[in-house]
């Protein structure tokens, strides 16, 4: 195993562009291979036949690490709290009065941190209520068509409890740089898009990443999840809060932090 000499963390809400990130970073070929394995974590353990949850670090710094040494990975605040207390246990850890932050120093060297977030809050979460009735989270360009079994149900309860929620875990990951003393690589979804190379650069410099000026990257092939739909959604929503009072307690069936569905595999 490479260990890694350069780490970074996306620190990330769902449906805020980590993916299109993943891919941007990963088609450099010298910026690491980033994933998300800290929220199935059992599951990849499971197929990666880990021993422990310390052997399963392993594997995951192992599939993340290019050649060069660089690491990237992601972890959403969602989970954030159950990853690190796995790890808290782990015999390299256990017993030792650490910070979160520190812990997360010695277990990736060098550990740099990327804020991706978006500013429209209310397309983040009608992606996320489609996503979550859907289970369709990305398509690549040549991939088939998905078939829905049932087409996806507008609800402004919904949406609006995952606009508050987003905002919510957003204020937490500041709260924890705040406490930390760190500044992160702040990336704006809106922003990046069109800037999806040059962002890619900015970061790599940033890590102090040496790459050829002739760099040239891969095939760009994750598409829009956005559509009609969505837009619609959007639009109903908007009107929809003009003439409905916010509720005033915060309930959900559905909270970001249990999420109880399967996704197909990503990385």
């Known amino acids: 195993m490479i260990e890694p000499r350069i780490s970074y963390l996306i620190c990330a809400t769902p449906r805020c562009g980590g993916y299109l990130l993943f891919e941007a970073l990963e088609n450099t070929g010298l910026a690491g291979k980033p994933g998300e394995y800290f929220w199935e974590d059992?599951?990849?353990?499971?197929?990666?036949?880990?021993?422990?949850?310390?052997?399963?670090?392993?594997?995951?710094?192992?599939?993340?690490?290019?050649?060069?040494?660089?690491?990237?990975?992601?972890?959403?605040?969602?989970?954030?709290?159950?990853?690190?207390?796995?790890?808290?246990?782990?015999?390299?850890?256990?017993?030792?009065?650490?910070?979160?932050?520190?812990?997360?120093?010695?277990?990736?060297?060098?550990l740099e941190y990327i804020w991706i977030m978006r500013r429209d809050k209310v397309r983040q979460a009608v992606s996320l209520w489609k996503g979550l009735?859907?289970?369709?989270?990305?398509?690549?360009?040549?991939?088939?068509?998905?078939?829905?079994?049932?087409?996806?149900?507008?609800?402004?309860?919904?949406?609006?409890?995952?606009?508050?929620?987003?905002?919510?875990?957003?204020?937490?990951?500041?709260?924890?740089?705040?406490?930390?003393?760190?500044?992160?690589?702040?990336?704006?979804?809106?922003?990046?898009?069109?800037?999806?190379?040059?962002?890619?650069?900015?970061?790599?410099?940033?890590?102090?990443?040496?790459?050829?000026?002739?760099?040239?990257?891969?095939a760009r092939r994750l598409q829009k999840q956005a559509d009609s739909i969505s837009e619609e959604w959007v639009e109903k929503y908007h009107a929809d809060k003009q003439d409905r009072e916010r509720p005033k307690e915060r309930y959900s069936p559905f909270p970001i932090t249990s999420w109880n569905f399967k996704t197909p595999d990503i990385f």
């Open 133 to 218: 009735q859907t289970l369709i989270w990305w398509q690549r360009t040549g991939d088939p068509t998905p078939k829905l079994e049932k087409e996806p149900e507008y609800n402004l309860e919904a949406i609006d409890y995952f606009v508050q929620e987003i905002v919510f875990h957003e204020a937490a990951w500041q709260a924890y740089f705040t406490q930390h003393g760190l500044t992160p690589f702040t990336v704006i979804y809106e922003d990046f898009v069109p800037t999806y190379e040059e962002t890619a650069l900015r970061i790599m410099n940033w890590l102090e990443i040496t790459y050829p000026e002739n760099l040239v990257f891969g």
């Open 42 to 110: 059992e599951r990849w353990a499971k197929e990666w036949g880990s021993t422990d949850y310390t052997d399963f670090l392993n594997k995951v710094k192992e599939r993340s690490t290019t050649p060069n040494g660089v690491f990237g990975t992601k972890l959403m605040w969602g989970y954030f709290e159950k990853f690190t207390n796995k790890v808290f246990q782990t015999p390299r850890f256990k017993d030792r009065n650490l910070s979160s932050h520190a812990v997360l120093t010695e277990l990736f060297p060098n």
